[in-house]
């Protein structure tokens, strides 16, 4: 039998990393790894992150530090909680410091734009001293906001093992974070990220006033498309029905904090996405450059993607999002599996 996982280490001062770092530092030893140590310093003097996540207080007992090797020496858990495009030049940072015996655990949702590769396989490429079943994912339906306010809060956990998946919850499990279970990397990862494509187009209809009918087809339609597109890489055709499928498409096309919605609500008034990418800056809406690698890949496997696509158009190609609405209404009458 294991030991119990006894200290954390979150590495990302971005809203998911801080968020997961003040809620978990609660009820567990947490220690939070910052990209320098000015940065380190301001978050541990002011107790505030106030670039991200400017109306939560950092709890006293929460571990700041830009030391890598401080951060993961005692500490069996990391949870990488960076952008996509930064996941493999951080794990770079961190791999001299991790040995066989560390768990890693993504909660980035994203692909990497140039390999196309998901987080877990990145994760896998720069630690081949790891054990690829100590690498798993987490996703679900996760505001960073509402998860350090302490609003009750449930997520998944994926390995490839069983056990430490069980582990890996027990060590994660607060009063207001409930965590389950599963064996679907691929499935979970998949989710995760393709779901910030579809609540940009979410977005659009609601920029668009299209109403709430197109908006249900919409997400119903792009579940479908993100199963299919799962399924071809070995998913599980249930995880999409879970909280890392619907159950994230739900608070991400709802969510008045969501920064994918928010960009299709921008591109509805005619806005170009330099012009939105820039206002949301520092923040990163990971559906931007998914619609891009999801597109690619869909060609690549040959799947049926029709609303990537139309998303893909107004996107990096000027298309006005009523005629991508248009376009899909009017395809091929069809049957709906
Ligand atoms: N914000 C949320 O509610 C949730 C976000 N996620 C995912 O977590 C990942 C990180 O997103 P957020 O924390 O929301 O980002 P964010 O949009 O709050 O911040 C991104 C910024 O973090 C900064 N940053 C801080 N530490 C960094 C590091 N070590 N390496 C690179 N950049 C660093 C960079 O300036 C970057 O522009 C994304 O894949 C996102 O999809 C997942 C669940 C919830
Ligand atoms: O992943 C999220 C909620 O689960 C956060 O969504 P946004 O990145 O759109 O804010």
């Not at 890598?68 to 770079?92: G, K, W």
């Not at 170009?272 to 206002?279: G, N, T, V």
């Amino acid at each position: 039998m294991k030991r119990s996982i006894e200290r954390i280490t979150v590495v990302g001062t971005g809203s998911w990393g801080t968020a997961l770092a003040a809620m978990l530092s609660r009820e567990h030893e947490v220690t939070l790894l910052c990209r320098s140590k000015e940065e380190a310093e301001k978050l541990s003097t002011t107790r505030r992150n106030e670039r991200f996540l400017p109306s939560i207080v950092l709890p006293e007992q929460l571990y700041i530090t830009a030391d890598p090797e401080i951060a993961t020496s005692q500490c069996p858990l990391v949870i990488m909680v960076v952008p996509s495009v930064a996941m493999r030049e951080n794990i770079r940072l961190l791999s001299p410091y991790l040995s066989e015996n560390h768990i890693v655990l993504s909660a980035a949702k994203g692909f990497e734009p140039c390999t196309e590769l998901r987080m877990t396989q990145v994760l896998q490429a720069e630690l081949p001293g790891i054990d690829p079943k100590n690498i798993g994912a987490l996703s679900g339906p996760n505001i960073a906001l509402e998860v350090a306010e302490g609003k009750p809060t449930t997520s998944v956990v994926a390995f490839p093992d069983e056990q430490v998946a069980m582990r890996v919850i027990n060590a994660l499990t607060t009063k207001t974070f409930r965590i389950y279970g599963s064996r679907d990397v691929v499935g979970v990862e998949i989710a995760g990220a393709l779901k910030n494509v579809i609540a940009i187009g979410a977005g659009a209809i609601d920029g668009l006033a299209a109403g709430n009918n197109a908006k249900a087809a919409f997400v119903t339609r792009g579940i479908a498309e993100i199963s299919r597109f799962g399924i071809v890489q070995g998913a599980n055709p249930l995880t999409f029905a879970g909280l890392a499928g619907i159950g994230d498409l739900i608070v991400t096309i709802t969510s008045k904090y969501s920064r994918n919605r928010w960009v299709g609500q921008e591109f509805a008034k005619g806005r170009k996405l330099a012009d939105i990418l820039s206002e949301l800056h520092p923040q990163v809406a990971e559906g931007v450059e998914t619609t891009r690698t999801a597109w690619k890949m869909a060609q690549e496997l040959a799947v049926d993607m029709p609303i990537i696509e139309q998303t893909y158009k107004v996107m990096f190609e000027g298309k006005p999002v009523h005629e991508a609405l248009i376009d899909l209404m009017n395809r091929e009458p069809k049957f709906e599996s």
